[in-house]
């Protein structure tokens, strides 16, 4: 009950726009600009943007956002990340606790499970874990499921997506981050199968104002929560600008 309160606090009447901002670990500093190689850049637009969240690993969560008047913007503090030099099967460890998220000053926590890799069960145990300890605390619990590994031929097909989304619910998420499958249709699908668990697009490389606000459009329509928006935000000229008119779509009634 407290688990569920406290997510939708988090949201502006049950829909959610997050910033998500853990690419510097995820893909290395080459996905930034001058601006937005900066965490304070990205926290003030956070906060001026009105994001119900914002997604940060601990190093920036501690440094820039604890004890510093961007507290104000709610935190989703990820548990776990990996970096892209790293070639083999996709893993991606676990590097901070539910309760250091916690004390911090976390709402909620995220964690990446790579589902189809070689080491899905590692990162679907320490999952478990987290739920259980997050859920203890009342912190709600997003996960990123993605599809991926040498098993993976298409990490966007349909069928894919809405397997990632309902092992989201299975393993006791509260939410789950996926990636756009192609079409309203098999959105409605993956968000149908996640059944109680509420489910967000992830962003997804730039592709510019009119492309970007079309499939978020297309996720709304087919069920879904809201977005977790890096790149198509803060790599756009205007991030401000591309933020209101993602709120339009996504918290219009
Ligand atoms: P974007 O909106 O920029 O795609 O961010 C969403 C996100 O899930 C980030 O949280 C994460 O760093 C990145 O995408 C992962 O991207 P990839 O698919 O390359 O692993």
């Avoid at 510093?68 to 606790?97: F, R």
């Avoid at 890799?117 to 203890?136: D, L, N, P, Q, R």
């Avoid at 928006?229 to 008119?245: A, F, I, S, Y």
Wanted: charged share 20%.
């Amino acid at each position: 009950m407290k688990v569920s309160r406290n997510l939708e606090k988090l949201s502006t009447g049950g829909k959610y726009l997050f910033l998500a901002y853990d690419h510097g670990f995820e893909h290395g500093p080459t996905d930034f600009n001058e601006r937005s190689i900066d965490p304070t850049f990205i926290l003030e637009l956070a906060l001026t943007g009105g994001y119900n969240a914002i997604v940060l690993h601990k190093g920036i969560a501690e440094k820039y956002w604890a004890n510093s008047v961007y507290c104000k913007v709610p935190l989703i503090l990820k548990l776990n990340g990996k970096t892209n030099l790293y070639k083999g099967e996709p893993y991606s460890p676990q590097i901070c606790s539910v309760k250091y998220a916690k004390d911090l000053g976390a709402s909620a926590v995220g964690y990446t499970i790579y589902i189809g890799s070689e080491h899905e069960c590692k990162m679907t145990k320490e999952f478990g874990f987290i739920v259980e300890e997050a859920h203890a605390f009342g912190l709600p619990v997003v996960a990123w499921m993605y599809p991926r590994g040498k098993a993976i031929e298409n990490d966007t097909a349909p069928d894919i997506i809405a397997y990632a989304s309902r092992v989201g619910l299975e393993v006791g998420a509260d939410m789950v981050k996926i990636k756009y499958s192609g079409s309203q249709e098999s959105f409605s699908k993956a968000v149908m199968v996640a059944g109680k668990t509420k489910v967000i697009l992830s962003g997804g490389p730039f592709v510019g104002d009119e492309e970007f606000l079309n499939i978020v459009k297309c996720v709304m329509a087919a069920g879904a929560a809201g977005v977790a928006v890096g790149r198509n935000v803060w790599q756009n000229e205007n991030p401000l600008h591309m933020t209101q008119k993602l709120k339009e779509v996504i918290f219009s009634p």
